[in-house]
């Protein structure tokens, strides 16, 4: 039974939950699930609560650190998790508009890392033009999280390594596993021999190597309803297996937890993980975890501008609670006075040593 | 009335076996989390050796805990199944080596 539904799954998989009109495209609905007996029931506690008992509600914002900036859902894959359900056939890309409008910011605002996410950053019209253009605002750690399959998809993508190099970007770039089988169960065939041949590209114009410069670090997410493990751990042996097999060389492994929500959420309800999953979330819950979780010190714009705390809470549709909620209204001291929005997917950032977009955090 | 022996939702519940006998159950949770951290073997190599050994006591909640244990520490499914292979060779050896008993006993008993 539930073999013939995660074919089917996989079936779907070539398009987004939107595209299907899979009922999880609703953010409603996601939220209802999140919401849902689980939590009513009192069998597990709300989110809310467990961080209360902490002194930690409501959560406020420390000092803005990073700009997350989604640039468009737009993707070439349609991995199996994807918290943004992106894939070839999402259109919602950000416009050179509401770019400048970031650029404003950007110039302005005192986080000292700017991290472009998707969707492929790569596939919007202005990716490079907004590159070049942040790249000049003397921001210290400027990211783009890169797919690496992206950099051999077309001709016209060959280049990125150069421009990445060329403007000094930090590249962060996801790799499931060392092994081919895991890597395309998650992110689809022929994913992980794309994506090693890219790491090469990257090594050769000088990333990743182990006294330069040119940053480039790998996220690991779990290929299933399990949560990762030490993260140091898991960079020590996805550093050997890649040297030994590839002669590839990178910096750090950010490991992130997957989220229950959007697509990896689809994954868990279907393949009966779902209660299992937010017990283990729950049991995990580390308070260490929560003082640095990363909308503490992140805000998260979206493609078409509106202000979020973070990328998850982005694709949830759970705008920032403040009047600021625009990036042409954005405001330092307005945001920083805000709660934070939460519901019961924050469990998965503060599991076990915590989960953020730059990995670990406790 | 559970109509099954083993549920796999009484896993989450291991811990409860502490409110019968608080002093006992805790000493055996530390002593476990003890044991599974890492030492002179790494945390990695002890949860190969528990999933082997899990599957030589037959433990249902055991292959459950760390087969996903495995996954998390990025364990492959080829790793996985040669520690559950060891397990039973070692259980069938057990049983093999006992022969050696009939033997002797055969020959004894034989004129």
Known sequence: MTQSILTDIKKAAKKSLKANQNVLASTQKQLEILNGELFEDGELPYFKDKIAKNGMFPLKPKKLEVLQINVGYMCNQVCGHCHVDAGPDRKEIMTRETMEQCLAVIQNTGAHTLDLTGGAPEMNPHFRWFVEEASKAGIKDFIVRSNLTIILANKKYHDLPEFFKKHNVHVVSSMPHYTRGKTDKQRGDGVFDKSIKALQMLNQVGYGMPDGDLRLDLVYNPSGAFLPTDQSAMEHDFKKALKED????????????????????????????????????????????VENVMCTNTISVSWDGWLYDCDFNQMLDLKVASKAKHIKDYNDDVLSNRDIVISQHCYGCTAGAGSSCQGSVA | MSKSYYDPADLRKFGKITEWSEELGNKFFDYYGKVFEEGALSAREKSLIALAVAHVVKCPYCIDAYTKDGLQRGITKEEMMEAVHAGAAIESGATLVHGVQMMNKYEKLSM
């Open chain 1, 246 to 289: 590839f002669d590839i060389d990178f910096h750090n492994l950010f490991a992130i937890t997957n989220l229950p929500i959007s697509r990896f959420l689809d994954y868990l309800i279907a393949s009966d993980n779902y209660e299992d999953y937010m017990y283990s979330l729950v049991e995990a819950y580390n308070p260490a975890a």
